[in-house]
């Protein structure tokens, strides 16, 4: 089943304790995301990867880092993560060409909570 | 630069009656403009999408929206609301000439539907 995989689905951690988040793809597809879902914000472009080896700052990349050493995966790592990033995370994949106008296949979301 | 406003956070409408969902967009070239859905504890569905194709788009469960460049609007509409249709709707908008990954995502509109 084609399908956009993040683990873990729930996360509580403390201030400063490094995390990474795991996203995995099936469909190898060359485009992957990460944003983040606050209430009445809508979802907001956190990092993404054109490529592997290819990744770019979205609208709000500080605190977050990433990386695309294969194509099928696309981790999410807070270095020192602080309670402004309690949010919930979602990985999306697509297949890409020129312009972008792919579907987006979304992960079913990482709620994380920073205390 | 690219930006998506969901006129109405919340929209409630009784069940078999119309749904309007509206989403104004600016974007300095050709936009490509897509809804996506959201049930709870879900991730995103992709609705429909426009491409520079036929204005008109039609997308899966009787959804459809219009692309109408004079008014910069993609509004989305079903004849008959049905109870599975609530959810959270979002429009999002990408630079359609330029070979980015960047979207922009609007505010979400929270659909309620009554019996």
């Known amino acids: 089943e084609a399908q956009v995989t993040q683990n873990p689905r729930y996360l509580i951690t403390v201030t400063g304790k490094k995390l990474t988040v795991t996203c995995s793809q099936n469909m190898n597809h060359e485009y992957m995301s990460w944003y983040r879902q606050d209430p009445g914000l809508g979802l907001r472009q956190i990092y993404y990867s054109m490529n592997v080896e290819v990744t770019d700052k979205g609208d709000v990349p500080e605190g977050y880092k990433v990386s695309r050493k294969e194509k099928r995966n696309f981790p999410l790592i807070l270095e020192s993560p602080s309670p402004n990033q309690t949010s919930l995370y979602f990985c999306?994949?697509?297949?890409?060409?020129?312009?972008?106008?792919?579907?987006?296949?979304f992960g079913n979301g990482t709620r994380l909570t920073v205390t | 630069a690219q930006s998506v406003t969901q006129l109405d956070s919340h929209v409630s409408v009784s069940e078999g009656t119309p749904v309007l969902l509206r989403c104004n967009y600016s974007?300095?070239?050709?936009?490509?403009l897509f809804w996506y859905v959201q049930h709870p504890n879900k991730g995103l569905q992709l609705l429909l999408k426009y491409t520079s194709a036929a204005t008109l788009v039609k997308g899966i469960n009787g959804f459809e929206a219009e692309f109408k460049k004079s008014e910069t609007s993609f509004h989305l509409t079903k004849p008959s609301a049905h109870m599975s249709d609530a959810a959270e709707y979002f429009c999002?908008?990408?630079?359609?000439?330029?070979?980015?990954?960047?979207?922009?995502f609007g505010q979400g509109t929270t659909l309620q539907v009554k019996p």
């Open positions: 999002v908008v990408s630079d359609g000439s330029s070979n980015t990954g960047k979207l922009i």
């Open positions: 999306a994949s697509s297949s890409t060409g020129i312009s972008f106008t792919g579907t987006l296949h």
């Open positions: 974007s300095s070239y050709s936009p490509s």
